[in-house]
């Protein structure tokens, strides 16, 4: 080989070796680059609210924390989303990151477990993470979950002994009283309808459990999953649920310009894995980006970790979404 063409090739090899250096980097820096989504959705039966202009009822929807305890960074983020207006959190599971990272998430969620709460877990709340080949993830293939046990147990004692409610396979019914403490004023006792199954993702569901539908005097009903497996939302809708919450897709997590997805790691088609869409005539369907990533991919492509504020509101207004606030 020559001078000129062993020069050329080692020039080209360095410079796509550090271009590829540049984008894992970016990509890196990305899972530390937190946003909050906002969403409007109609569901409520019109003359709900005294007020339908001034009045809504507010859900902060969080999911896949994937918790390290030493993702100091992220902790204070989650824990700072206590100073935005909500009535109601929902956390769509996959906490755990490690068998360490009970202390970061409780770290994480403490001023959210004084805010009424509703959980469903994911297979990362039970088993840990194992190292795989990030380009795997783009095949879409779905990986077995390793056999290490996480401390969850520990943690939903937690989540339940501050007052959160498990909506794992069984129906969770409650009201939460007016709101007069904050930007706007909520004079409606609102009925909630919750019912929850465990991650589909790998079999752990059993829709049969909470068969029968949901509370029918209540102002909204809300079923919850942690992977959005179309199976479960055709049950889910043909029960009379108006809104399903769910995360594990990351939003696509490795995505093209624009975030347009992938692959979505489920059986949900792409154009659904992240954000606010209709599932059917009566119910929507709303992925959240999560706000974390197995520690074995720590990287993110056009797609933020990101929490949402869904407004719930009468029906006859606008759907509006935000992509950030």
Same mark, same amino acid.
């Given at each position: 080989?020559?001078?000129?063409?062993?020069?050329?090739?080692?020039?080209?090899? =360095?410079?796509?070796?550090? =271009?590829?250096?540049?984008?894992?980097?970016? =990509?890196?820096?990305?899972?530390?680059?937190?946003?909050?989504k906002?969403?409007?959705?109609?569901?409520?039966?019109?003359?709900?609210? !005294?007020?339908? !202009?001034?009045?809504?009822?507010?859900?902060?929807?969080?999911?896949?924390? @994937?918790?390290?305890?030493?993702?100091? @960074?992220?902790q204070?983020w989650?824990?700072?989303?206590?100073?935005?207006?909500?009535?109601?959190?929902?956390?769509?599971?996959d906490n755990?990151?490690e068998?360490?990272?009970?202390?970061g998430?409780l770290?994480?969620?403490?001023?959210l477990?004084?805010?009424?709460g509703v959980?469903?877990?994911?297979?990362?709340?039970?088993?840990?993470?194992?190292?795989?080949?990030?380009?795997?993830?783009?095949?879409?293939?779905?990986?077995?979950?390793?056999?290490?046990?996480?401390p969850?147990?520990?943690?939903?004692?937690?989540?339940?002994?501050?007052?959160w409610?498990?909506?794992?396979?069984?129906?969770?019914?409650?009201s939460?009283?007016?709101r007069?403490?904050?930007?706007?004023?909520? @004079? @409606?006792?609102?009925?909630?309808?919750?019912a929850?199954?465990?991650?589909?993702?790998? !079999?752990l569901?059993?829709?049969?459990?909470i068969?029968?539908?949901p509370?029918p005097?209540a102002d909204i009903?809300?079923?919850?999953?942690?992977?959005?497996?179309?199976?479960?939302?055709?049950?889910?809708? =043909?029960?009379g649920?108006?809104?399903?919450?769910?995360g594990?897709?990351?939003?696509?997590?490795?995505?093209?310009?624009?975030?347009?997805?992938?692959?979505?790691?489920?059986?949900?088609?792409?154009?659904?894995?992240?954000?606010?869409?209709r599932?059917s005539?009566?119910?929507?369907?709303?992925v959240?980006?999560?706000?974390?990533?197995?520690?074995?991919?720590p990287?993110?492509i056009?797609?933020?970790?990101?929490a949402?504020?869904?407004?719930?509101v009468?029906?006859?207004?606008?759907?509006?979404?935000?992509?950030?606030?």
């Amino acid at each position: 080989m020559s001078n000129t063409l062993l020069r050329t090739v080692l020039s080209t090899t =360095a410079a796509i070796t550090v =271009a590829g250096l540049s984008t894992l980097a970016l =990509a890196y820096r990305e899972t530390h680059k937190f946003e909050v989504k906002q969403v409007t959705v109609p569901l409520l039966e019109p003359g709900t609210f !005294e007020d339908p !202009e001034e009045e809504s009822f507010h859900i902060l929807h969080i999911s896949d924390l @994937h918790m390290l305890d030493r993702q100091k @960074h992220k902790q204070k983020w989650v824990a700072a989303l206590s100073d935005l207006d909500f009535d109601l959190v929902i956390n769509t599971g996959d906490n755990l990151g490690e068998d360490k990272g009970v202390p970061g998430v409780l770290r994480a969620l403490d001023p959210l477990l004084n805010r009424p709460g509703v959980f469903v877990f994911g297979s990362n709340d039970y088993f840990a993470p194992r190292p795989v080949n990030p380009f795997i993830y783009l095949l879409g293939k779905k990986r077995t979950p390793s056999k290490v046990e996480l401390p969850w147990r520990g943690m939903r004692a937690a989540f339940v002994e501050r007052g959160w409610h498990d909506a794992t396979h069984q129906h969770v019914d409650f009201s939460i009283e007016p709101r007069h403490d904050s930007l706007y004023v909520r @004079h @409606h006792k609102f009925n909630v309808a919750i019912a929850g199954v465990d991650d589909p993702h790998h !079999e752990l569901d059993d829709f049969r459990r909470i068969a029968g539908g949901p509370n029918p005097d209540a102002d909204i009903a809300i079923g919850l999953s942690h992977s959005p497996e179309p199976h479960v939302l055709d049950q889910f809708a =043909a029960e009379g649920y108006q809104l399903v919450l769910s995360g594990h897709t990351h939003g696509g997590q490795l995505c093209l310009p624009g975030s347009r997805a992938i692959v979505t790691n489920c059986g949900l088609d792409r154009s659904r894995v992240q954000g606010l869409s209709r599932w059917s005539e009566r119910m929507w369907l709303h992925v959240t980006n999560g706000l974390g990533n197995s520690k074995y991919v720590p990287f993110r492509i056009f797609c933020r970790p990101s929490a949402t504020l869904i407004h719930i509101v009468e029906r006859g207004q606008d759907v509006e979404i935000y992509e950030n606030i």
